[in-house]
């Protein structure tokens, strides 16, 4: 079936620890998205990529890191967890870079850092 | 700068009842509107888009919403509730190059 997956589904955290989410799309899209969802905020862009081999920053990119070496996989990688980090996140993509288009989500990581 | 804001945090309906949910927008250049709906434990769908074409936009699921610029607003509306709809809904706007802005979601409940 095709679309965006993710894992792990939940994880907890130990303060301090180094963790990578993981996100895979099969549409052939150029472009991925990471999101934080937060009760009250909404979603919240982190990390972008238009296309593999380029990235950006979000609106709250601060503690995290991406790349996107190929089309398919988008990582986030959380170098040195800390417990605001405690959040739902979600993978996103689309078929362009243009902004009309859907973006497609992935079921989301909870995470929990203690 | 784009940003969304929707009000009502929670809003509750009986079954059979219209559905509104509340979005207004601000934008300096024409502006791109998406709602999207997530369910219980599960990522976003989009329900619809405007894109600078019909005013009126239809979506999946009998959902509809209205452009209006002199409101600044993308009202989204259903005739009729069902309890399938109770879900958390999203209003967005295109935000510079490519990203949506999300305004904090509206959690709708649906009653017998």
């Known amino acids: 079936i095709a679309g965006i997956t993710q894992a792990p589904t939940s994880q907890i955290l130990a303060a301090g620890r180094r963790m990578t989410l993981r996100c895979t799309q099969d549409?052939?899209?150029?472009?991925m998205y990471w999101y934080r969802q937060d009760l009250g905020l909404g979603l919240r862009l982190i990390h972008y990529?238009?296309?593999?081999?380029?990235?950006g920053k979000g609106e709250v990119p601060d503690g995290y890191s991406v790349s996107r070496a190929n089309t398919d996989d988008f990582p986030l990688t959380l170098a040195s967890a800390v417990p605001s980090q405690t959040s739902v996140y979600f993978c996103?993509?689309?078929?362009?870079?243009?902004?009309?288009?859907?973006?497609?989500f992935g079921p989301g990581t909870r995470l929990t850092v203690l | 700068a784009q940003s969304v804001t929707q009000l009502g945090s929670h809003v509750s309906v009986s079954e059979g009842a219209l559905v509104l949910l509340r979005c207004n927008y601000s934008s300096s250049v024409p502006p791109y509107l998406f709602w999207y709906v997530q369910y219980p434990n599960q990522g976003l769908q989009l329900l619809l888009k405007?894109?600078?074409?019909?005013?009126l936009v239809k979506g999946i699921n009998g959902f509809e919403a209205e452009f209006k610029k002199s409101e600044t607003s993308f009202h989204l509306t259903k005739p009729s509730a069902h309890m399938s709809d109770a879900a958390e809904y999203f209003c967005a706007v295109k935000g510079g190059y490519n990203k949506l802005i999300f305004g904090a979601g509206t959690r709708l409940a649906v009653h017998p």
């Open positions: 405007y894109t600078s074409a019909a005013t």
């Open positions: 549409m052939r899209h150029n472009a």
């Open positions: 996103a993509s689309s078929d362009s870079i243009f902004g009309t288009d859907t973006q497609y």
């Open positions: 990529s238009n296309t593999a081999g380029t990235t």
